[in-house]
C-alpha cells in the first residue's frame, strides 16, 4: 500500500518529559489503524503533533508526499488532516444540521451565508443530509445537540470532521464517554466510513478496537512498542509488560 500519510522520527519534549520519541508510521488510502496505549503513553500527544494543534521538537509530517509539518492546523485541515477530539467541543444551541452545514459552508468560504439560513444553497443541504444520514443522526438533525444523546454527539463530531472531506481523519477516542448500550451505534459508523478514507483511531474499548482496526500500534511512554495485527497484539511480551503483566489487566487498565 502505498503511503498517504506518514510521520518520521516526530519527538516532542515537555521540558524534561519526552512524551514523543521518534515516532515513525505511515498509512495508505483506506487504511484502518488503531493507536492503543496505557494512559499518559502520548496518544493524544501524537494527535496533536499530526494535525498541528502542537509543534514537534523534531520530526516531520508528510502528507501526500507534501511536506506539512511548518503548516498550522487550519492549512492542514485543508489538505485532508481531520481530527476530532477526546471531549465533544459542540455548540449546545445549535442543532447538528446548523453544525455541518456550518462546515460545509465555511470548507467552501461561503460561511457568510449563515445569515440566510442557508437557503438557496441546496446542494450544501443535500450534502448536509447525507452525512448525517451515513452517521444515522437523520432523525435528530433538527434538534438542539444539548438534548441529543452523548453518543449522538460523538457521532457529530464525526459528521463535522466528514464535512471537511478529509483524507486522513484522527479519531480521539470516540466512544469515550458513551454509555456501553450505544457503543454499537458508534462501530457502526465506523465500519461505514468513506473506504479510501485513512482512518487512525485513539480508543480504549478493546472490543471496539479489535472489530475495526486492520493493523494496531502501542505507544508506551512516548514510543512504539508494538505495530501488526490485532490477533497479534496481545500476546506480544513488550505489550503484556506495558500494560502491567496481561492481556486482563489491559482490558482493565485500557
Ligand atoms: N501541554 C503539556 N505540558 C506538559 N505535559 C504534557 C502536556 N500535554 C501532555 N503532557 C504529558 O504528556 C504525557 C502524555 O499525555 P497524552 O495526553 O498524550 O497521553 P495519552 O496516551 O493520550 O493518555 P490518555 O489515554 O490518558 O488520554 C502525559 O504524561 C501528560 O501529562
Do not use: C
Not at 128 to 155: F, N, P, S
Not at 193 to 220: C, G, N, Q, T, Y
Amino acid at each position: 500500500m502505498s503511503d498517504l500519510f506518514r510521520v518520521e522520527n516526530l519527538s516532542k519534549s515537555f521540558g524534561g518529559l519526552a512524551v514523543s520519541r521518534e515516532i515513525s508510521l505511515s498509512m495508505g488510502a483506506g487504511e484502518r489503524l488503531a493507536l492503543i496505549g496505557p494512559n499518559g503513553a502520548g496518544k493524544t500527544t501524537f494527535v496533536n503533533l499530526v494535525t498541528g494543534q502542537i509543534k514537534p521538537s523534531a520530526g516531520r509530517v508528510v502528507l501526500n508526499g507534501e511536506d506539512v509539518t511548518g503548516l498550522g492546523a487550519v492549512r492542514r485541515v485543508r489538505k485532508g488532516l481531520v481530527r476530532t477530539f477526546q471531549v465533544t467541543r459542540l455548540f449546545s444551541e445549535l442543532t447538528p444540521e446548523e453544525h455541518v452545514t456550518l462546515t460545509l459552508l465555511q470548507r467552501e468560504g461561503k460561511a457568510s451565508r449563515i445569515f440566510s439560513r442557508f437557503r438557496g444553497n441546496s446542494a450544501v443541504a443535500d450534502e448536509a443530509h447525507d452525512i448525517l444520514g451515513a452517521l444515522g443522526l437523520h432523525e435528530v438533525a433538527r434538534r438542539k445537540v444539548g438534548q441529543i444523546a452523548y453518543g449522538q454527539q460523538r457521532l457529530l463530531e464525526i459528521a463535522i470532521a466528514l464535512a471537511l472531506k478529509p483524507k486522513v481523519l484522527l479519531l480521539d477516542e470516540p466512544a469515550a464517554g458513551v454509555p456501553s448500550a450505544d457503543t454499537p451505534r458508534i462501530e457502526q459508523a465506523l465500519e461505514r466510513l468513506p473506504p479510501s478514507l485513512a482512518v487512525l483511531m485513539i480508543e480504549h474499548d478493546m472490543d471496539l478496537v479489535f472489530r475495526f482496526a486492520k493493523r494496531v500500534v502501542v505507544l508506551a511512554a512516548g514510543e512504539i512498542i508494538f505495530e501488526g495485527l490485532p490477533s497479534e497484539v496481545a500476546a506480544d511480551p513488550k505489550v503484556r509488560e506495558a500494560y502491567l503483566g496481561n492481556y486482563a489487566n489491559a482490558r482493565s487498565v485500557a
